[in-house]
């Protein structure tokens, strides 16, 4: 991946929380698009629209949560109506064994990390993708 | 191109469908989701003028398309708006008032489908 052509994706209901990423985003790749969503519905309509690289979304949110998103994703995959896969990092708060081991099956889902966001993970996990 | 997208889980009700809109507006193409998940990509990728929409489905119900498309479009995130007519057997007034509500939806019918309605319908809102 290109550092300058990024494009970030943020999905999460929580404005301080975006707020927080969206800054360290910017810090690790200031030449990159940053998008944010306050819910899965945008998530959702953002992601068909613009074709983001990375997506981080959160599992709990009104109108349209994470499952959903990615019950979208996996369908979109399985009918050949998508054509791209974006690398998807859950960042959630849930902390089910189980429930965390399903999530990070998903389609696209290359990384479920605890939240409050540890950013020297997601930093290692980025620098791997990005050059 | 202009396209028609038909969201129903039953395929022979579907094939009801296709049949019917072919012959009303046989100038368009019609594409076929087998639930919502399907639906609303197939949405994304073909912008059709025209969504028939069941709501009762398996997994996740028809108002999930409704919910997204509501939010997009309120937040500028689509820029077009499609005709939706939901097709449904829903026969709660509260439900009915409720989908009736949504402001993306163009018409609720009942199913089974008056055809006749239906033509007069997809006439007004097509402008044909």
């Known amino acids: 991946m290109n550092k300058q052509k990024i494009r970030f994706l943020i999905v999460e209901d929580d404005e301080m929380i975006r707020l927080i990423h969206k800054d360290f985003l910017k810090d690790l790749y200031p030449e990159s698009e940053i998008i944010e969503a306050e819910n899965g519905a945008q998530g959702i309509c953002h992601y068909f629209e613009s074709h983001p690289n990375i997506i981080l979304l959160d599992m709990m949110m009104p109108i349209m949560g994470g499952e959903a998103f990615l019950d979208i994703l996996e369908e979109g995959h399985n009918s050949n109506i998508l054509k791209d896969k974006p690398k998807i990092i859950v960042v959630t708060a849930i902390k089910d064994v189980k429930e965390l081991m399903s999530i990070g099956k998903r389609f696209a889902v290359e990384a479920v990390i605890s939240k409050p966001l540890v950013q020297n993970q997601l930093k290692s996990l980025l620098e791997d993708w990005i050059s | ?128």
């Open chain 2, 1 to 128: 191109m202009k396209n028609v997208l038909i969201v129903e889980d039953e395929a022979i009700t579907r094939l009801m469908y296709k049949g019917f809109v072919q012959k009303i507006i046989p100038q368009y193409r019609i594409y076929e989701a087998k639930n919502v998940l399907e639906g609303i990509c197939l949405f994304f990728d073909k912008h059709p003028q025209l969504i028939i929409l069941d709501i009762i489905m398996p997994g996740y119900s028809g108002k999930l398309i409704l919910d997204i498309l509501e939010e997009g479009i309120k937040h500028k995130i689509i820029s077009y708006r499609p005709k939706i007519i939901v097709i449904s057997a829903i026969d709660t007034v509260e439900e009915l008032t409720a989908l009736t509500n949504k402001f993306v939806v163009s018409s609720v019918m009942p199913k089974p489908l008056p055809f006749d309605t239906l033509a007069e319908i997809l006439k007004l809102h097509l402008k044909i």
